[in-house]
Every structure is written in C-alpha cells, then in structure tokens.
C-alpha cells in the first residue's frame, strides 16, 4: 500500500514557476512509477509526465514538454513536478499517482494522491 500526498500547488502569474512534490508513505515506493496528472473543471483528467522507479524512463505529454519536468528521490519518497512557464490553461487540480508501468492510462496507476490545486492568473 502506498499513501500519495501532494503539496506546492497555489495562484502564479502567467510565465511563473511553480514546484509540486508527491510524498510517499510505504516502503516500495521506490518500486513504483510515478505519474502526474491534472484535472481541469468541466475536463478529463490528463495525463503530464511519468518517471519510473529507477529515474531513467521518463515520458511527458506533448502538451507540457520543454515546460514541465518530472523527478524523484527515493530517498526520501518524494516526486516531483518543475513547472514553469505557466499559462492560465494550466490551471487544474494537480495529481501524482503511483503504479507499476510507465504508461500515461489513468486507470493502469493504482494509488492516487487527493490533489493541489495549482490556479495561473493571466
């Protein structure tokens, strides 16, 4: 069993930079994918990034590659997603979420956090 704890959600201008880290509970977290996703009102929940146990596979969405970047310390049960250059369209609750594979399917995470709100005022 893995408990997901997101944080670092908030309000930024358009062209800032938030960070928002996933803390883990359980001892095989550093087995598990990590993914983010976020979820805007009125829209599916999509899928950003993903980073695999080891750190070496690691796949992002178009919509947010160049802009965001994924990473993780085992040591200390976190992830982490680098957000910058931020648009009001990314407004969103923002989710991590833990699974076996490295996939950008929603439903294929088996542990999922209670999500940040991250809101880009223009």
């Known amino acids: 069993q893995v408990q997901l704890v997101e944080s670092g959600g908030g309000l930024v201008q358009a062209g800032g930079s938030l960070r928002l880290s996933c803390a883990a509970s359980?001892?095989?977290?550093?087995?598990?994918?990590v993914g983010w996703f976020r979820q805007a009102p009125g829209k599916e929940r999509e899928f950003l990034a993903a980073i695999d146990w080891s750190a070496v596979g690691i796949y992002y969405a178009d919509s947010v590659k160049g802009r965001f970047t994924i990473s993780r310390d085992n040591a200390k049960n976190t992830a982490y997603l680098q957000m910058n250059s931020l648009k009001p369209e990314d407004t969103a609750v923002y989710y991590c979420?833990?699974?076996?594979?490295?996939?950008?399917?929603?439903?294929?995470?088996?542990?999922w956090g209670q999500g940040t709100q991250v809101t880009v005022s223009s």
């Open positions: 359980g001892r095989t977290f550093s087995s598990y994918t």
């Open positions: 979420a833990a699974g076996p594979n490295l996939v950008s399917t929603a439903t294929m995470y088996h542990f």
